[in-house]
């Protein structure tokens, strides 16, 4: 059952959607027409509406810009084979926003705002949603401290903004990386579940260095000893051995990524082996030196990203990627549903109301 909140709309004169390629748009280049936005201020929730997408107007004081309070989301809505829309797991998204909110000390805002906001932005922008079967909607709910104040503290202020654009395919072609030994991206206590800004920030230099090395990626070790792998870029990373899923469990370090639950659900309806366990790239590289492994990256905007090249320090090997690898199964599979040609059986699509 659809919540029944609605809210104040403004509609845009001037649509852009002329100026994009919907057959070829790139990933999240292009801003739809509309945005969603509510404020929190004086302990409460307040005007949550739509309107044509716009600048933001902030204070140089606003807290967001100096102590990193901030916190997003990544979520699609697909266009499904009988011309119906569905965004995917919207119910998850929101548990893992209101999860990085709590970390980052910041106001969670109504389960019945984000889905609805996300509906009728949905429902506003529906022509911007792509019909090709590579593409979709990317939609961006995120959160901002918008306090006006120099001091260091927790903000009384936040906007809850959603934006929209459409998104084709993330990476051309299989990933090359590297397992970085030296750098990290998260140790245990600190942010590394919560998708907050900063964690983005902090991995830009040594994915940098990696791509000066001619790698794509890095493959991101644990904080403590630097032997277990933990995710990449902003996927997770997922491999099959000798007809096993093993993938690294959820620490408290990485992402609970919705991709990864998601291909985790259906690698078991498939009667495949899963483990959710530590992994270390020791045991990686061995497996890889003695038989055939794939590898690869699992997040919303990648969809399933093939790895087709490790290196550890001085070695490098590469994965399998044939035709008949498990990893184009899953991303067939998770498609079929999204796209509404394969059961629902999960309740994970959320159909939008175009009327
Ligand atoms: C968003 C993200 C993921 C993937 O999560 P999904 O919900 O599958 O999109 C994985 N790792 C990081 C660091 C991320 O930011």
């Known amino acids: 059952m659809e919540t029944m909140v609605s809210f104040p709309i403004r509609k845009t004169l001037h ?7 919907l057959a070829d748009p790139g990933f999240g280049q292009t801003p739809t027409d509309h945005m969603f936005l509510a404020e929190f201020a004086g302990g409460e929730w307040r005007d949550p509406h739509l309107e044509p997408f716009r ?3 902030l204070s140089p004081f606003t807290l967001a810009l100096h102590y990193g309070q901030t916190v997003f989301e990544g979520m699609k809505a697909f266009r499904q084979t009988d011309g119906n829309i569905a965004i995917f797991r919207i119910d998850k998204h929101y548990q893992r926003f209101t999860h990085s909110l709590e970390r980052m000390c910041m106001a969670v805002p109504p389960y019945e705002w984000f889905e609805q906001g996300l509906r009728e932005l949905v ?13 979709a909607l990317y939609l961006r709910p995120f959160m901002i401290a918008s306090e006006s104040r120099l001091g260091m503290k927790a903000s009384d202020e936040y906007l809850f903004l959603i934006v929209a654009a459409p998104a084709g395919r993330y990476y051309a072609r299989p990933l090359q990386v590297k397992v970085e030994t030296g750098f990290i991206r998260a140790a245990p206590g600190g942010t590394g579940a919560a998708k ?13 260095q990696a791509r000066a090395e001619g790698f794509d990626q890095v493959l991101w070790t644990d904080g403590l000893q630097r032997e277990y792998l933990e995710e990449s870029g902003t996927m997770n990373v997922m491999f099959v051995v000798d007809q096993v899923l093993i993938t690294p469990p959820l620490s408290g ?7 990864r639950d998601s291909i985790l659900t259906l690698a078991r309806d498939q009667g495949l082996a899963v483990e959710e366990r530590p992994i270390a790239w020791r045991e990686l590289e061995r497996a890889m030196q003695s038989g055939r492994v794939e590898a690869f990256g699992a997040g919303t905007a990648a969809v399933i990203a093939p790895i087709e090249w490790i290196q550890f320090g001085e070695n490098g090997y590469a994965c399998y990627t044939g035709e008949d690898a498990w990893m184009y199964r899953f991303k067939n599979a998770l498609n079929a549903v999204r796209r509404g ?7 994970w ?4 109301d175009l009327g």
């Open 253 to 259: 370090t990485i992402l609970d990524g919705i991709t």
């Open 123 to 135: 429902r506003l922008d529906q022509a911007w949603v792509p019909h090709e079967p590579e593409a």
């Open 349 to 352: 699509n959320s159909r939008v």
């Open 341 to 347: 040609e394969a059961p629902d059986v999960h309740g």
């Open 15 to 21: 649509s852009r959607l002329a100026e994009i390629d």
């Open 55 to 57: 600048d933001l107007s």
């Open 196 to 208: 907050c800004g900063g964690n983005y920030g902090g991995s830009l230099y040594p994915t940098r």
